[in-house]
């Protein structure tokens, strides 16, 4: 079992930190780019209608959510950078040496990967939202409101409302309990496929040496291509294996799939840990084994 | 302290695979193979050795940077490839080409020296003021061979046991090399090991108290500087003086013929000179270690 010092942990948290602050910050520069992109996009429609409130509004609402939604992308899709602090074999052999245990260094590039990347996405949309503001401001069209408070506002209002079904449960077979729980099992549903989805990028992402996302993604794809090959994969279009199905036979379905995306997530962070482990100088250029 | 038992290595890559072995280039050949050997304390190691034959992959698996396919490499009796913290910290590594990031000194020693419980900050002033640098400096300002010196003053200054170094005076002008010969010498204790492979053997062979040569699977030569100087001697000798029976080996130079000859006890031991040695050991007809 390798020996975890919360004291050497942080000490690597700050090398690490301290180490690869520029590829952070070029990261960051990066998503706040593409998000003045999307907003540019918005921006434009807005210009056709004129101080339509009503249209501004729905606007501000659709950058919100699709701001929220490059979010969950971003964050799996990111994790294929885990170990991007090893590209070089320079970068490496000054890993690789430090003296903390491979638990702290595959704790501290996962912290990375995962609290790192949620804090440069924040700080990019904010960001992004000020420039957008300033440069709406110069054009001429003053402040018309905040992508940043919407999608802030949107999650509260989420929040709430699985926080307000939770509390008011209702029980037996009435038809609210079934949709209640049918919506926990969607939920869990979700969860637990983002999970499996980040746990799959960051097992690409100590798997590849060099352009981990883009390979990762290619071998996504070609899975999702062999598995919808192979048979009707539960829920693409509604049905469970080609019928209909009542709430009930839905709802454990769903919570099965959850259980198997999650014991997949375990089984990716293990062989991602174990690849980690064993990672040398000198490998292959393209994967790490 | 350090033992090298029986290890065998190669490179693996994707052309080694049989069903994608070229017919030219073969890759996966043997590096090492059953090769060991021991390292001791308080010595001063010069690894040397023909282009291709091993030295920084044995620098890299010493220090548990690459795993041999078999055999094993211990530490004070500790496995090297499973990169414990307990051994990283008593082992320092200054391999040929490095990264600094962009930080001041400042902030590099607030970074690195906690991880290292033998860090002093003396030390490194003083390697820094033997190396005429600054004590405080942006290290993403600096030339490569400052950059080399900053590295190699930390390095020495981490009071690792075990400190390898691949082509340390590579990079560094004619005044650094004497300098760096300096720092290292004032700096080796009994219970520390240093290990330079290099090249540049006029650059350290006032420095080395014990010299390796290998060659791919083999160790052609491991002995120290005082043994091989106290058996034989390097001289230079007229053309016709140089067939003496004495003589085990020549070459010829500008002065007459450079010759290593089995020393008389009576005569005085006379100064190592490295590269005349390298080239006996290494000659084609002669794989044999010298007795």
């Known amino acids: ?289 | 302290m350090i033992e090298i038992n029986n290890i065998s290595f190669k490179y693996v890559s994707l052309r080694g695979l049989p069903f994608l072995k070229s017919d030219t280039a073969r890759h996966g050949d043997n590096i090492f193979e059953n090769f060991s050997m021991t390292l001791n304390e308080g010595c001063v190691y010069g690894l040397l050795g023909k282009n291709g034959t091993g030295k920084s992959t044995l620098l890299y698996i010493i220090s548990g940077l690459l795993s041999p396919q078999h055999g094993t490499v211990k530490m004070d009796g500790v496995e090297t490839r499973l990169r414990r913290p307990e051994m990283l910290r008593e082992m320092f590594i200054v391999p040929e080409e490095f990264d600094l990031p962009p930080v001041s000194l400042d902030t590099y020693v607030k970074m690195n020296a906690p991880f290292y419980p033998n860090f002093s900050r003396d030390v490194l002033d003083t390697c820094l003021r033997d190396f005429e640098l600054p004590l405080s400096m942006q290290l993403g300002k600096l030339s490569m061979g400052q950059k080399k010196k900053v590295y190699m003053s930390f390095a020495l200054a981490a009071g690792t046991r075990l400190l390898l170094m691949d082509e340390p005076t590579n990079g560094l002008d004619i005044p650094s090399k004497s300098q760096f010969r300096r720092v290292v010498a004032n700096c080796m204790t009994d219970s520390r090991t240093v290990v330079i492979s290099t090249h540049q053997v006029h650059d350290v062979e006032q420095l080395l108290d014990h010299i390796l040569m290998i060659n791919r699977r083999e160790v052609l030569l491991n002995a120290s500087v005082a043994d091989i100087c106290s058996q034989y001697s390097f001289e230079i000798r007229q053309p016709g003086a140089a067939d003496s029976d004495d003589v085990l080996y020549a070459e010829p130079s500008l002065q007459g013929n450079s010759v290593i000859a089995r020393r008389n006890e009576a005569s005085p031991e006379t100064p190592l000179n490295l590269e005349l040695l390298f080239n006996y050991v290494n000659r084609t007809d002669n794989n044999q270690e010298p007795e």
């Open chain 1, 1 to 289: 079992m390798e020996n975890l010092n919360t004291k050497r942990l942080w000490l690597t948290a700050k090398w690490d930190a301290t180490t690869n602050w520029k590829s952070s910050v070029r990261i960051m520069a990066g998503m706040t780019f593409g998000l003045l992109i999307l907003y540019t996009v918005h921006f434009l429609n807005m210009l056709n209608v004129m101080y339509s409130p009503d249209y501004i509004t729905s606007q501000y609402r659709s950058m919100a959510i699709e701001t929220n939604i490059s979010f969950i992308v971003f964050m799996v899709a990111g994790a294929s950078l885990i170990f991007a602090n090893m590209r070089t074999k320079q970068q490496r052999i000054a890993f690789c040496m430090l003296p903390a245990s491979n638990a702290e260094k595959y704790i501290v590039r996962w912290l990375w990967a995962t609290v790192g990347f949620a804090l440069i996405f924040i700080c990019a949309s904010v960001a992004a939202d000020l420039i957008r503001i300033v440069i709406w401001w110069i054009a001429g069209y003053g402040y018309t409101g905040s992508v940043v408070a919407t999608g802030t506002g949107i999650l509260y209002e989420s929040v709430c409302n699985v926080l307000a079904n939770c509390g008011t449960a209702h029980t037996g077979d009435s038809i609210h309990a079934l949709k209640q729980k049918e919506n926990y099992a969607i939920m869990t549903y979700c969860i637990s496929f983002c999970v499996m989805a980040h746990s799959f990028y960051i097992l690409g992402g100590t798997l590849f040496r060099r352009n981990a996302w883009l390979l990762t993604t290619l071998t996504a794809i070609v899975l999702a291509i062999i598995l919808l090959h192979t048979g009707n994969f539960p829920f693409i279009d509604g049905t469970l294996f080609g019928r209909r199905c009542s709430i009930e036979q839905k709802i454990m379905a769903l919570y099965i799939l959850s259980g198997i995306f999650a014991m997949l997530s375990v089984v990716f962070y293990i062989v991602s840990w174990k690849l980690f482990r064993r990672m040398q100088v000198i490998n292959d250029r393209t994967i790490n084994l």
